[in-house]
C-alpha cells in the first residue's frame, strides 16, 4: 500500500515524525526538512517527510532495508495523522501525553 500525499500543517508533522512542533519550524526554516509555506504558516508533505526519514536512515544504516518499515509506520499512522490535522496544537499536545482523544 503507497503513503497518500497529504499536507500536514507544522503541530500535526511533529507528531507524525516524533518531534516537538518548535523544531519541526526551526528545521523548516533551515530547509533541514520538506516543507513550504502559506502565508506565515508551515506546511509539510507527509510522502516528503516519510521519503527524507527513509532517506536519512538509509545513509545513517545503508545495510538496513528500512522500506518495509516504513510503509508499515505510514499505513499505521495515516489514519492517526488524518485526525490529528483536524486538532488544534493544544489538543495535540493533550493526545501525546496521553489524554482523551
Known amino acids: 500500500m503507497k503513503c497518500r500525499s497529504t499536507i500536514l ?26 516543507s513550504f509555506k502559506v502565508g506565515r504558516d508551515w506546511k509539510f508533505s507527509k510522502a516528503s517527510l516519510v521519503s527524507r526519514a527513509e532517506s536519512q536512515h538509509l545513509s545513517n544504516h545503508s545495510a538496513i532495508d528500512c522500506s518495509v518499515v516504513v510503509k508499515t509506520v505510514c499505513i499505521a499512522l495515516s489514519d492517526a495523522v488524518t485526525r490529528l490535522s483536524k486538532l488544534t496544537c493544544v489538543d495535540v499536545r493533550e493526545v501525546v501525553k496521553g489524554g482523551e482523544s
Open 9 to 34: 500543517n507544522a503541530c500535526s508533522a511533529a507528531v507524525f515524525v516524533g518531534a516537538h512542533v518548535g523544531t519541526v519550524r526551526r528545521l523548516a526554516g533551515r530547509g533541514e526538512i520538506p
